[in-house]
């Protein structure tokens, strides 16, 4: 079943709500009436009954027999209006005075024990409807029963009247309080529909629209700008992967046109044994740098799809970066540039992932070889600052003018294109640097001046573990240059 919409909905509840308030209002007033009119009725009937008492007082004659007493009442009431519809009898049960429309209609004498105060009934006479009160008086030391009433057919035509004007308005009241509902919900959602109409007509050919700004104040207004917000977030989102799927194939297709020439060449003309090893050679170089490529580019579509996600542990920093540290010497030095290291002779703890951090000191530490040329130095600190490990890698390279200082961290940027392409550089190192450090909520930083050379510097928040030594012996760092001694560095 098709679920109503928010207006309609909106105007069935006011409806409901209406009804129920008039619903309450009428028959509350309805009430107070009723009680108000019988209270009118019931205090000229207690004033009734004290005229009959005082009446009985002034009787005061000794020994009045009963028929004298009910010759005097009849004197008294017969012609009276307020003896209409009385009647009265003593404890023994002895009529004083009975209306005659009383004993037309047969009412009965209510026992004396049940009427020790008045007690006020509605009764049909005929087909009229009457008051009654009933009520024991004690008058000089005798006991009598008093019954009198009045015609209650105005408070009964007052009552329907009421109640006819209350079923009579009832529908008007609730006609308009759902139309006044129906139109203020229209009213209150109507920018909510044209947000709908906006919304549903963006798409990827138009993520730069909007949906109207509204300035109301309000929950609506919140919400279109929490759209538009989205919105911008999504175009973002959206125009980077668009940029990345660009990027990528741009970056793909100079390695795979470089292996079709060569293979193209190779196969032009009929050729000798050690030719054909060299062209496949090429192939191979590239084939691989495009194998390095599709690997970052995997790596860097995992880290904005949230896939890649990293195994952070308590690491001791100074041990990990040792054992890089020993790992890429020989290869520095195998391209005849100094290898220094300088590392914290401490347990220097951090949340890491072990594999990561490697990954990030191996991107900074290829940067530094491959733009620096030789003789010149690579180097890799370690050491404890505040709250932080700060680790360092430092060359004395060509490095970095200041403009491009600001963008390097971008993905696919290259500070000199062709340099870098030469150096089998894909302009994608430092961006997947830049992640590995945020994921440990660290920073990274550059600094460096043209043919003075470049420092990365990173820094990771220390874990205060038990593991981690006072921070006077954390921050004592060794230099572990070529020709210093292996150890105590780790
Ligand atoms: P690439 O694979 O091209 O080196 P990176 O993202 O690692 O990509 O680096 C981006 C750019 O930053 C490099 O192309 C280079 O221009 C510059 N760069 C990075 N490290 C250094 C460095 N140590 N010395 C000089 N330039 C550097």
Same mark, same amino acid.
């Given at each position: 079943m098709?679920k109503l919409?928010?207006?309609?909905r909106l105007t069935?509840?006011y409806?409901?709500?209406?009804?129920?308030a008039e619903l309450?209002?009428?028959?509350?007033?309805?009430l107070?009436?009723?009680?108000?009119?019988y209270?009118?009725?019931?205090?000229?009937?207690t004033a009734?009954?004290?005229?009959?008492?005082s009446?009985l007082?002034s009787q005061?004659?000794?020994?009045?027999?009963?028929?004298?007493?009910?010759?005097?009442a009849?004197?008294?009431?017969v012609?009276?209006?307020?003896?209409?519809?009385?009647? !009265?009898?003593?404890a023994d049960?002895?009529w004083?005075?009975?209306a005659s429309?009383?004993v037309?209609?047969?009412?009965?004498a209510?026992t004396?024990?049940a009427t020790?105060?008045?007690?006020?009934? $509605?009764i049909?006479?005929g087909?009229?409807?009457?008051?009654?009160?009933?009520?024991?008086? @004690?008058?000089?030391?005798r006991?009598?029963?008093?019954?009198t009433?009045?015609?209650?057919?105005?408070i009964i035509?007052?009552?329907?009247r009421?109640?006819?004007?209350?079923?009579m308005l009832?529908p008007?009241v609730?006609f308009?309080?759902a139309?006044?509902?129906?139109?203020?919900?229209r009213? +209150?959602?109507r920018?909510?529909?044209a !947000?709908?109409?906006?919304a549903r007509?963006i798409?990827g050919g138009?993520?730069?629209?909007?949906? @109207?700004?509204?300035?109301?104040?309000d929950?609506?207004?919140? /919400?279109?700008?929490?759209?538009?917000e989205?919105?911008?977030?999504?175009e973002?989102?959206?125009?980077?992967?668009?940029?990345?799927t660009?990027?990528?194939s741009?970056?793909l297709r100079?390695?795979?046109?470089?292996?079709?020439t060569?293979?193209e060449?190779?196969?032009?003309?009929?050729r000798?044994?050690?030719e054909?090893?060299?062209?496949l050679?090429h192939?191979?170089?590239?084939?691989?740098?495009? &194998?390095?490529?599709? @690997?970052e580019l995997?790596?860097?579509?995992r880290?904005?799809?949230g896939?890649e &996600?990293l195994?952070l542990t308590?690491?001791?920093l100074c041990s990990?970066?040792?054992?890089t540290?020993?790992?890429? #010497?020989?290869?520095?030095e195998?391209?005849?540039?100094q290898?220094?290291?300088?590392i914290?002779?401490?347990? /220097? +703890?951090?949340? =890491?992932?072990?594999r990561?951090i490697?990954?990030l000191?191996?991107i900074?530490?290829?940067?530094?070889?491959?733009?620096?040329?030789?003789?010149?130095?690579?180097?890799l600190?370690?050491?404890?600052r505040?709250?932080?490990?700060?680790?360092?890698?430092r060359?004395?390279?060509?490095?970095? !003018?200041e403009?491009?200082?600001?963008?390097?961290f971008? #993905?696919?940027?290259r500070?000199?294109?062709?340099?870098?392409r030469?150096?089998?550089g894909?302009g994608i190192?430092?961006?997947?640097?830049?992640?590995i450090?945020?994921?440990?909520r660290?920073?990274?930083?550059?600094?460096?001046?043209?043919? $003075?050379?470049s420092?990365?510097?990173?820094?990771?928040?220390l874990q205060?573990?038990?593991?981690?030594?006072?921070?006077?012996?954390?921050?004592t760092?060794?230099d572990c240059?070529?020709? =210093?001694?292996?150890?105590?560095?780790?």
């Amino acid at each position: 079943m098709r679920k109503l919409s928010i207006g309609s909905r909106l105007t069935l509840w006011y409806l409901a709500i209406f009804t129920a308030a008039e619903l309450f209002f009428g028959v509350g007033m309805w009430l107070v009436l009723r009680q108000d009119l019988y209270g009118i009725a019931d205090d000229a009937l207690t004033a009734q009954v004290e005229d009959v008492a005082s009446f009985l007082k002034s009787q005061k004659k000794k020994n009045m027999t009963v028929d004298k007493l009910r010759e005097e009442a009849s004197e008294a009431y017969v012609l009276e209006h307020s003896g209409d519809f009385l009647q !009265i009898y003593d404890a023994d049960g002895n009529w004083l005075f009975r209306a005659s429309s009383l004993v037309q209609n047969q009412v009965e004498a209510l026992t004396p024990a049940a009427t020790k105060r008045p007690s006020f009934t $509605n009764i049909q006479l005929g087909s009229k409807p009457f008051r009654f009160v009933t009520q024991r008086i @004690e008058v000089n030391g005798r006991a009598y029963t008093v019954q009198t009433g009045v015609p209650a057919d105005q408070i009964i035509a007052t009552l329907s009247r009421f109640r006819r004007y209350l079923l009579m308005l009832a529908p008007l009241v609730l006609f308009a309080a759902a139309s006044g509902g129906y139109w203020l919900s229209r009213k +209150a959602l109507r920018p909510v529909d044209a !947000i709908t109409r906006t919304a549903r007509s963006i798409g990827g050919g138009n993520l730069g629209d909007r949906v @109207e700004k509204l300035t109301t104040g309000d929950e609506l207004q919140r /919400l279109s700008d929490t759209l538009n917000e989205m919105l911008k977030r999504i175009e973002g989102a959206f125009l980077r992967v668009t940029q990345f799927t660009a990027d990528a194939s741009h970056e793909l297709r100079t390695p795979i046109s470089l292996i079709r020439t060569e293979a193209e060449i190779a196969l032009r003309k009929s050729r000798g044994n050690e030719e054909y090893r060299e062209a496949l050679r090429h192939v191979l170089l590239e084939a691989e740098k495009t &194998s390095t490529l599709v @690997e970052e580019l995997l790596t860097l579509a995992r880290t904005d799809s949230g896939r890649e &996600s990293l195994h952070l542990t308590l690491l001791d920093l100074c041990s990990a970066i040792g054992e890089t540290a020993n790992e890429w #010497r020989q290869l520095v030095e195998s391209r005849n540039l100094q290898f220094r290291q300088a590392i914290a002779n401490s347990d /220097l +703890a951090v949340l =890491a992932d072990r594999r990561a951090i490697q990954r990030l000191l191996a991107i900074l530490l290829d940067n530094a070889v491959k733009y620096t040329p030789p003789p010149g130095v690579v180097e890799l600190r370690l050491e404890g600052r505040d709250d932080k490990a700060v680790i360092t890698v430092r060359d004395s390279g060509i490095g970095i !003018i200041e403009q491009d200082q600001a963008r390097i961290f971008e #993905r696919f940027y290259r500070a000199d294109k062709a340099r870098s392409r030469a150096l089998g550089g894909d302009g994608i190192g430092l961006a997947i640097a830049d992640w590995i450090v945020q994921q440990h909520r660290g920073s990274i930083a550059v600094q460096s001046s043209i043919g $003075n050379g470049s420092s990365f510097v990173v820094e990771l928040p220390l874990q205060p573990a038990p593991a981690v030594l006072d921070l006077a012996q954390a921050n004592t760092l060794l230099d572990c240059s070529v020709n =210093a001694p292996e150890k105590p560095c780790i």
